[in-house]
């Protein structure tokens, strides 16, 4: 069965680092466009950052130049590397693969700033 699995999430201090990892299982990973969206308590899930199969790359404005998305076809693997991070940040975040009309969700990884 394809699926996508997040992992990576934690406590971290305002300005610090994170490295969020989306382990694929299956087969036709490198056919997949591959996005990381995040949802806040009492907001809307929105996307983050955008990785295509060519590794065309796209982020939500706030983000841009603090997260980096990447993809390793070898390992099956899509991380987002987040640095300076602001109080805006903290959120689940959600891998998402999409092929056609085919959409994977992973359960989401908890992202959250010490105070």
């Known amino acids: 069965q394809v699926q996508v699995a997040e992992s990576g999430g934690g406590l971290v201090q305002p300005g610090g680092a994170l490295r969020l990892s989306c382990a694929y299982s299956?087969?036709?990973?490198?056919?997949?466009?591959m996005n990381w969206y995040r949802q806040a308590p009492g907001k809307q899930r929105e996307l983050v950052a955008t990785?295509?199969?060519?590794?065309?790359?796209n982020y939500e404005d706030s983000v841009k130049g603090r997260f980096t998305i990447s993809r390793d076809v070898d390992r099956n693997t899509v991380y987002l590397q987040m640095n300076m991070l602001e109080p805006e940040d903290p959120a689940v975040y959600y891998c998402?693969?999409?092929?056609?009309?085919?959409?994977?969700w992973g359960l989401g990884t908890q992202v959250t700033l010490s105070s």
């Open positions: 998402n693969g999409q092929l056609g009309n085919i959409e994977l």
């Open positions: 299956g087969s036709a990973f490198s056919h997949y466009t």
């Open positions: 990785i295509t199969t060519e590794g065309s790359t």
